[in-house]
């Protein structure tokens, strides 16, 4: 199983960025998909989750702003990022659960400058 992030990047306040998470080795139909992200000096957090039938799920910090969508045949998780703050800067993760296990992908760094 193996998941690539992508699309982080520099932002600044206010602005907008889409993160991707392409999979492979799995049925990504079947699989919820889960964006994580962990800021410096804190602990990883969950934002973001999509079941196999499309429904989500948000953390409280990011309802309204944060949007995650998949694309079944592509094999791939978005997350749409608008009016980013300060607070939104870090590491970002996309994760499955397959067979009970978790896999992670490498993570893309955004950063939303003041």
């Known amino acids: 199983v193996q998941l690539q992030a992508s699309g982080g990047g520099l932002v600044q306040t206010g602005g907008s960025l889409r993160l991707s998470c392409k999979a492979s080795?799995?049925?990504?139909?079947?699989?919820?998909m889960y964006w994580y992200r962990q800021a410096p000096g804190k602990q990883r957090e969950l934002v973001a989750t999509?079941?196999?039938?499309?429904?989500?799920n948000y953390a409280n910090s990011v309802v309204g702003r944060f949007t995650v969508s998949r694309t079944n045949h592509r094999r791939t998780l978005d997350l749409h990022m608008d009016s980013l703050k300060p607070e939104d800067t870090a590491v970002y993760y996309c994760?499955?659960?397959?067979?009970?296990?978790?896999?992670w992908g490498r993570g893309t760094l955004v950063t939303v400058s003041s």
């Open positions: 994760k499955t659960r397959w067979y009970d296990r978790d896999f």
């Open positions: 999509i079941s196999k039938d499309g429904s989500t």
């Open positions: 080795g799995i049925n990504f139909s079947l699989a919820s």
